[in-house]
């Protein structure tokens, strides 16, 4: 794994900066109905994507996730600018504005999605480990899901592959302790989440998810195993949002003195903590990168709002294969 340096930590807390307000910026777009649909805030959990983008070897390693996927493509280096476009649904979008806020995509960056349907990128997941696999690439596969998922029947029928043909996949659940307004205890006979891979023979561990640098150890471990093509591991990092499960969430599950509670293991906060005691940086310093980054919040909205909404032709050529769409012809025949 690539050295953690004085560097690092300050990247990471510019990178982590810049993540949590993107994500604020989004609410408040939100609020004034510009960006519509669903949206799921990340507000919280950037520790994890510091940390596994360190870890990773970003010239072929894959990630794909769930529904909140917004940071995640820009820790692999996809422009956030295009993912804020996306948002607004514009063309200049990552999936030209017709995806959103669940489906944000890119290839080139090896991000595989944002994806609505709860577990359905786990069997995917190991899917595109399987093709790493079969074409030797010595690639590896990040597959996150949130706590919820692991209710379901296909996690446990990817476990059981990915461990009987030795994928390289590292599954990771992001525990935030509620699945949607469900906490742990009320939906699973088991707390610890980690215990149910090891029912399969995976190597299972929890990971402190507010620390990016335990994150990073962490995942390198499980990455290089599955690498040298020893197979899967299963990682349950555990986290906190800070916002409700998506914007419509009343947050009646609850209390006011729990989020403040959490709120005082703050990722950022405790980063910048450890950079000031430390004496890697000062705090004026800080206070400029902060500024800094709040400026490139702002150049990403005013991309998105300057950018055109993508035209009805543009909306049909990705959707029909076959240029005279003959479907429509039949509906407008009937």
């Known amino acids: 794994m690539k050295e953690i340096t004085t560097k690092t930590y300050i990247k990471w807390f510019e990178d982590m900066f810049f993540w949590r307000k993107f994500e604020d ?58 993912v804020m476009a996306e948002l607004l649904g514009k063309k200049t979008g990552t999936s030209h504005g017709l995806g959103g806020s669940m489906h944000i995509f890119s290839k080139k960056h090896r991000f595989y999605g944002g994806h609505g349907i709860v577990g359905g990128q786990i069997p995917l997941g190991a899917g595109i480990a399987f093709a790493d696999k079969y074409f030797n690439r010595k690639a590896v596969t990040i597959t996150i899901m949130g706590d919820g998922a692991i209710r379901q029947g296909s996690l446990h029928e990817t ?46 561990y929890h990971v402190d998810g507010m620390n990016p640098k335990k994150v990073a150890k962490s995942a390198f471990i499980a990455i290089e195993r599955a690498r040298r093509g020893e197979g899967a591991t299963f990682l349950e990092i555990k986290t906190y949002r800070y916002r409700g499960h998506s914007m419509s969430d009343s947050e009646l599950y609850r209390s006011k003195e729990e989020i403040h509670f959490y709120k005082k293991k703050d990722p950022i906060l405790k980063l910048k903590n450890t950079i000031v005691q430390n004496k890697w940086e000062t705090i004026e310093n800080l206070h400029l990168i902060e500024n800094e980054v709040k400026k490139k919040v702002e150049s990403c909205v005013e991309f998105a709002e300057n950018s055109d909404f993508p035209s009805l032709e543009e909306m049909y050529n990705v959707v029909y294969h076959e240029k005279n769409y003959p479907f429509l012809d039949k509906v407008s025949s009937s």
């Open 159 to 204: 476990f059981n592959m990915a461990m009987l043909w030795k994928l390289p996949v590292v599954f990771i659940c992001e525990n935030n302790r509620y699945a949607m307004g469900t906490s742990v205890k009320r939906s699973s006979n088991i707390e610890e989440i980690y215990e149910i891979g090891k029912s399969y023979g995976m190597p299972s």
């Open 25 to 82: 910026k989004c609410r408040t777009l939100y609020l004034k109905r510009k960006i519509r649909g669903f949206l799921h805030l990340y507000n919280g959990q950037e520790a994890i994507p510091a940390g596994l983008t360190h870890a990773m070897d970003l010239s072929k390693d894959k990630i794909i996730t769930a529904y909140r996927c917004h940071i995640l493509p820009i820790s692999m280096g996809v422009d956030p600018k295009k």
